[in-house]
């Protein structure tokens, strides 16, 4: 395989999963803030022992998502070194802000957190846990500012000694609303994620009868925020789609398997390609439904790919401009599908709260839905990462051209594998820890560590 | 006045913010970022690699762990701003530097993913050999990126493979070099002095007087390769042509304070003892940052080739407005970063109902 692939290969591989475990920190934060701030109002213990439920398992998540992190600041550079030099004067200033404005924050205040109960004062530790959230959060915020500008370059000229784009106007790359849309979704995507991950493990404890009082609360609690974020993702999403429109037409009709243009354009519900993904053969469409979705009516027309593809050609030379197809047309779908499910069960969970909800039947398939908001994530990343190919930076560099180009495929070969394994590795010591504690319930949660005490180490060596 | 400017003005050539003060100013910053990181991350990473050897049962590595346990993670967050700072400031430096060291790079995120993982989950399963791995793990984790860093401060120093484009045309073992082996070697052992300080400093009862004997024993090594790091600089960087013979105040005293730490170390003076070297620290990087200037890489393919503050840097504008947004920053993290040092300064005993897990 060739640079290039393997590249990308590692940098997907890395980003998809470093986002598996950022969204239920971003979201999670919150709710063991909140939980512990109502500890600290009522002083009922019952509001104690969920924020240090909760809160293991918040930081079990956390830790992964820490370390992953690295690697994703280290990647530019490593593998996009010409990247690097053609962004550079824009691209790593919100990396540096986010470091030193979300980064010290979190990190910080997750120590005097986990380490500070009892030792500090109690008004002290609790903003600490206000701290890490706002800190997490702030630092989604900046790395989506960073990727909003690669969707849609805003506040450079270019400069014309190197061809390279230069900062002019910050106050426009901070305010880039792609950025902030962005941000609003995956905010919004956090916090659903939470929320189900909550709905899921509180349902397996009162399917059992255990602690009830506390994961009732905790199942209310999820309940309501899992549906206002659920709808508030919709909207999110709805907003996006209309700026895709304008900004990154390509990517609209791509995820839409929109050949030619219509007006207005129907919507489609399956589409059956050829193998190359990138020609239709059959489709099921419903009318009108893409005209809503890019300009919210039902009347406006929607470009096809063949002829943005054409005015690509002529804008930028020869070359494919169209994404593959079958990825940005089918995860769009499974993101759909997965959040209309979530704020469908979400609103019925809801309801549901009128009778004593411990005595459902259903209860044990509910621990099922925690997988939902993960499947959105994953393809909402996917969709809008893949979506802008083959450019790197929309309109101004190609992927093929910003990859470094000192690396062998050796070089590629071992990091690819060895982040592979490792990964590997951390995913099933993660869900491992993540089982068990979710499992054991807030009388664990208490301890150091489930099950017995631990026996002397080390005495052999 | 250049609040104003943040919002969509051309760089004005008259403004008394001259780029080349600028490019000196974030050259310095990125120092002081590197600075604190080694500081403060060294004793992390030398109490990571003492872990195994020192705590000879699990409430006695417990309370190893949490010597730094609060902390760590700060401290290493000034490793990433760095890297940031570097990106946003000099990107020629930050594209060479990082695909240059591709191999040594995956090696050391490596080590910062097993050892950061191991400290949170080293302790939520009380199963002996789940403990013992992690614990490994964090040993393992601290010294890779000690052998690394020192290795690429030392290659960086002496010069490295660098093309007219900018690429680093060398491969990982270019890098192992003996002058980058030495550097490596030298940081392992002044970040394990380094460590057992401030474990002394920092543990009670039998715990330290075990830290205190491993700083007895570690001192030799890490003097030995000190002298050895500061007489082979002559031989194989430019120091003698670029400063002179007498290389000036900072690298003279950063060997003499590592030297004199024995002293404090024998007469129990935990504190001092702590202090020197983390001033051998800071003095090396002062010293390795003033031989660098004005390069940030040096080619040793054809010294013209090199990096430096002026041709790897950003523009104007965009240095200015990180600039403002250092100086308001900065402080407030070094505000909160030092009351959370205070806030846990006292001592940790090996008793389990005392320790946090």
Not at chain 1, 24 to 53: P, S
Request: hydrophobic share 50%.
């Amino acid at each position: 395989m060739d640079p290039v692939t393997l590249s990308r290969l590692q940098f997907g591989l890395t980003t998809v999963y470093h986002f598996f475990f950022v969204p239920f920190t971003l979201g999670m934060g919150w709710f063991v803030a909140i939980m512990q701030t109502r500890y600290y109002q009522t002083k009922d213990e019952t509001f104690h022992k969920m924020a240090k439920f909760w809160g293991k398992l918040f930081l079990i998540n956390f830790a992964i998502g820490v370390v992953t992190g690295i690697v994703q600041e280290f990647q530019f550079g490593m593998n996009w070194s010409e990247y690097s030099r053609f962004v550079g004067d824009i691209f790593g200033a919100p990396l540096a802000i986010e470091a030193l404005l979300a980064f010290f924050m979190e990190s910080t205040f997750l120590g005097i957190w986990v380490f500070g109960e009892g030792k500090i004062p109690e008004k002290v530790h609790l903003a600490s846990i206000w701290l890490v959230a706002i800190g997490s959060n702030l630092s989604a915020l900046w790395i989506l500012l960073a990727n909003g500008w690669m969707q849609h370059p805003v506040g450079y000229v270019i400069d014309p000694a190197t061809g390279r784009p230069m900062l002019n106007d910050f106050f426009a790359l901070i305010t880039n609303p792609k950025g902030w849309i962005f941000f609003w979704h995956t905010i919004a995507a956090g916090l659903a994620t939470a929320s189900f991950m909550i709905l899921g493990v509180s349902a397996y404890h009162l399917a059992r009868k255990s602690n009830i009082d506390l994961f009732k609360r905790s199942f209310q609690i999820a309940a309501i925020v899992g549906l206002i974020a659920s709808v508030l993702v919709f909207l999110g999403g709805h907003t996006q789609g209309q700026y895709i429109y304008q900004t990154q037409p390509m990517k609209m009709a791509s995820i839409e398997a929109l050949w030619d243009t219509e007006t207005p354009a129907s919507f489609s519900i399956l589409t059956i390609g050829d193998l190359s993904g990138k020609r239709e053969v059959w489709s099921l469409r419903l009318p009108d439904l893409t005209s809503f979705l890019a300009c919210n009516n039902f009347t406006c027309t929607v470009r096809g790919v063949n002829d943005i593809q054409t005015e690509y050609i002529q804008k930028y030379g020869p070359g494919d401009y169209i994404p593959l197809m079958v990825v940005t047309y089918w995860t769009f779908r499974l993101m759909m599908t997965a959040g209309f499910l979530m704020i469908l069960l979400a609103g019925l969970f809801l309801i549901a709260q009128r009778q004593p909800i411990e005595n459902a039947k259903w209860l044990k398939w509910v621990p099922w839905v925690i997988a939902l908001p993960y499947v959105a994530n994953m393809c909402g990343w996917l969709l809008t990462e893949m979506g802008r190919q083959p450019w790197i930076v929309q309109g101004l560099l190609k992927v093929q051209d910003a990859v470094s180009p000192n690396l062998t495929t050796l070089d590629l070969l071992i990091s690819l594998i060895g982040f592979a394994l490792l990964y590997g590795v951390l995913a099933v010591a993660d869900v491992y820890l993540m089982k068990k504690y979710a499992i054991a319930g807030p009388d664990a949660a208490m301890q150091e560590s489930v099950d017995v005490t631990p026996a002397l180490i080390g005495t052999r060596d | 006045m250049l609040l104003l400017r943040l919002s969509g003005h051309e760089t004005d050539p008259e403004d008394n913010m001259s780029h080349e003060f600028l490019q000196t100013l974030w050259f310095i910053l990125i120092a002081v970022l590197w600075i604190g990181f080694f500081f403060l991350e060294g004793f992390d990473f030398g109490v990571g690699m003492l872990l195994p050897f020192l705590g000879k049962n699990d409430v006695e590595r417990r309370a190893i762990i949490n010597s730094i346990g609060s902390v760590w993670d700060g401290n290493e967050v000034w490793l990433l701003t760095a890297g940031g700072a570097t990106f946003a400031a000099f990107p020629q430096w930050y594209a060479t530097m990082f695909s240059g060291f591709y191999l040594a790079l995956f090696l050391l995120l490596v080590g910062l993913i097993i050892r950061g993982i191991s400290f949170e989950y080293r302790s939520k399963d009380p199963n002996p050999k789940w403990r013992h791995t992690f614990d490994w793990m964090i040993a393992v984790g601290s010294f890779l990126p000690s052998l690394l860093l020192g290795t690429a401060f030392a290659n960086l120093v002496r010069g490295v493979p660098i093309n007219q484009n900018m690429t680093y045309t060398g491969n990982l073992f270019t890098l192992l070099n003996p002058y980058g082996l030495i550097g490596g070697l030298t940081m392992v052992s002044v970040f394990l002095l380094h460590g057992s300080n401030f474990l002394t400093l920092k543990l009670d009862g039998d715990l330290r007087e075990r830290a205190r004997s491993a700083s007895k024993k570690i001192y030799w090594v890490a003097a030995a390769a000190v002298v050895l790091l500061a007489i082979t600089t002559y031989i194989f960087t430019d120091i003698s042509t670029k400063i002179g013979i007498n290389p000036g105040v900072m690298p003279i005293a950063s060997v003499v304070v590592l030297l004199i730490t024995i002293y404090f170390i024998n007469q129990k003076m935990e504190g001092w003892a702590f202090v020197s070297t983390g001033l051998h620290i800071v003095l090396t990087q002062i010293a390795f940052f003033t031989l660098m200037f004005p390069r940030v890489m040096i080619s040793s393919t054809n010294p013209d080739w090199s990096l430096t503050i002026y041709n790897a840097s950003s523009s104007q504008y965009t240095l200015s407005v990180m600039s403002i947004i250092a100086l308001i920053f900065v402080p407030i993290v070094l505000i909160y970063q030092g009351w959370s040092y205070y806030m846990f300064r006292k001592r940790i005993t090996a008793d389990k109902k005392s320790l946090v897990y």
